[in-house]
């Protein structure tokens, strides 16, 4: 009978019961970084999701600036609004989609390299745009960038990171795409939207002049052959002081084990495809969350909603919550587990996605229909109510439950998909799976973003949010029934425990 993915738990199993384990002393010298150069190795790729962080909600605050242009050639009707903001999810996509030709190509290094080609010409687009089709093709090709480093950063970080910080590094991708968009929010306060766009071309061209001077993947050089390479960049990131010895016959023996590209008669095989249906489930619910559509329209919803304070300022102070909250998830990661904050997670994102449904139906309109979300004149909500009150302080009810729908995410759903993407692939299908797996949350994203607008003017904004709640529910039974925890384990004990089905690190 087919073994299910996530079966009984028991004490007696042993996930290696051919080898023996190293001793605690050699597990401290493998789990624990003695050397500081693993983090600098980490900072120099995330600064790849900084910029993708940034360029996500570049649309933020420019949508309002461009549709009162004086510029005829650059003023945005709302279908093009909708299209600006959305289709840098199809370049996202298509980024996805080169991932799983290029992570394996090119390496997961120089992959990250490469995508600071299309970011900085993206961004250039952006600065110099005389047209809606620069507008157009600068955020594509900055979505482009995105997609790829989504998918090649986040394999990178996980590769040359010990088990012991592996959850604390790997939250980091997702706190600097975070520290990303609040910088964005927070230039938007200061920079013309012109200025924004050459702002975000510093991240780019610092992080490809670091990264020059870091190691690929242990694991990857491995599994082209070149062991010899493999190893100096393994001394390299624990340090000339760390005994490697035991991490590195690992590395190579899970490596041997497997051939070097995924055959269909491999694919077939449980051991195979159910961490790759995990991770592409994973990725598919956290789209359905709402995230996109709720980041890249977030100055235009609390401007389609009665609030106390400024919408840019709403935008800032969210970015902020963003922040503090992956940080959390990052210095919690490791101590709680991956499964109690996906709990937690999809909690909360529930509990704030129906409040906002519920203000938006039952609670005050703004004074003015002179949003991007509002296409019609119609009061969004489709309901008659009473105006609210500048300063009634039952407006804060969109900002305080929007900040907690951020923290949500971010402490939990948002970098724990990314976490467990890069743990759970197996190594011959890494490249090529993490490709897809951005692929597919893309996809999503661009159908959620571009159908946002189409179902708030058809239906209100209630809508949207109410779908989204519904989503946090299964996002709870799926983390339940499908999801293993993988605190404090290897790589290669992971990948043993689909291959072997016995379930020892999961207590």
């Not at 013309?192 to 780019?204: C, I």
């Not at 401007?303 to 959390?328: C, N, W, Y």
């Amino acid at each position: 009978m087919q073994e299910p993915l996530l079966g009984a738990e028991g004490p007696d199993y042993d996930t290696f019961p051919e080898k023996s384990s190293p001793s605690p002393g050699e597990r401290t010298r493998v789990g624990a970084p003695q050397n500081k150069r693993v983090f600098l190795a980490t900072f120099a790729a995330v600064l790849g999701n900084f910029s993708f962080g940034y360029a996500l909600v570049y649309t933020s605050p420019v949508i309002p600036a461009l549709e009162l242009s004086l510029d005829p050639d650059l003023r945005l009707t709302k279908t093009q609004a909708s299209w600006f903001g959305s289709v840098f999810t199809l370049g996202a996509a298509a980024g996805g989609l080169s991932a799983m030709v290029l992570n394996d190509l090119l390496g997961r290094k120089l992959s990250i390299m490469f995508s600071a080609v299309p970011s900085a010409a993206g961004y250039a687009l952006m600065a110099g745009a005389h047209g809606f089709w620069m507008l157009l093709l600068g955020r594509t090709m900055t979505g482009f960038a995105g997609g790829l480093t989504a998918a090649c950063i986040p394999v990178y970080v996980s590769e040359i990171a010990p088990p012991g910080v592996r959850g604390a590094l790997g939250a980091t991708p997702q706190l600097m795409a975070v520290f990303g968009s609040l910088s964005l929010y927070a230039l938007g306060l200061l920079l013309p939207w012109r200025w924004l766009a050459v702002a975000g071309e510093g991240p780019v061209l610092v992080m490809t002049l670091l990264l020059s001077f870091m190691p690929n993947s242990p694991r990857f050089l491995l599994s082209r052959g070149r062991d010899a390479e493999a190893l100096r960049a393994l001394a390299w990131l624990r340090g000339a002081d760390t005994d490697i010895r035991w991490e590195f016959s690992q590395i190579q023996d899970n490596v041997q084990r497997q051939s070097t590209r995924v055959s269909w008669a491999e694919a077939r095989s449980p051991h195979v495809y159910r961490p790759i249906v995990i991770a592409l489930l994973m990725r598919f619910l956290q789209q359905l969350t709402g995230i996109t559509p709720i980041l890249v329209y977030l100055q235009p919803i609390f401007e389609s909603t009665a609030v106390l304070l400024p919408p840019k300022d709403d935008a800032a102070i969210v970015g902020a919550v963003r922040l503090f909250s992956v940080l959390i998830a990052a210095l919690t990661m490791d101590l709680a587990g991956r499964k109690v904050l996906l709990f937690v997670s999809a909690t909360i994102m529930f509990a704030a996605n129906l409040t906002l449904g519920l203000y938006v139906h039952l609670g005050p309109k703004p004074p003015t229909p002179n949003s991007t979300v509002e296409l019609e004149s119609a009061p969004l909500g489709g309901t008659e109510q009473p105006l609210a009150a500048p300063t009634s302080y039952l407006t804060l009810v969109p900002l305080v439950a929007t900040m907690l729908f951020i923290m949500g995410y971010a402490m939990g759903w948002g970098p724990i998909t990314w976490l467990l993407m890069s743990e759970i692939l197996p190594l011959q299908a890494r490249g090529v799976a993490s490709g897809l797996c951005v692929l597919v949350s893309w996809l999503t994203a661009f159908a959620l973003t571009k159908s946002f607008l189409l179902v708030v003017n058809a239906f209100g904004l209630q809508v949207p949010f109410f779908f989204f709640a519904a989503i946090c529910l299964v996002n709870l039974l799926f983390t339940g029934c499908c999801v293993p925890e993988t605190k404090g384990r290897s790589l290669e004990q992971i990948e043993s425990f689909f291959r072997t089905g016995r379930r020892s690190f999961l207590h």
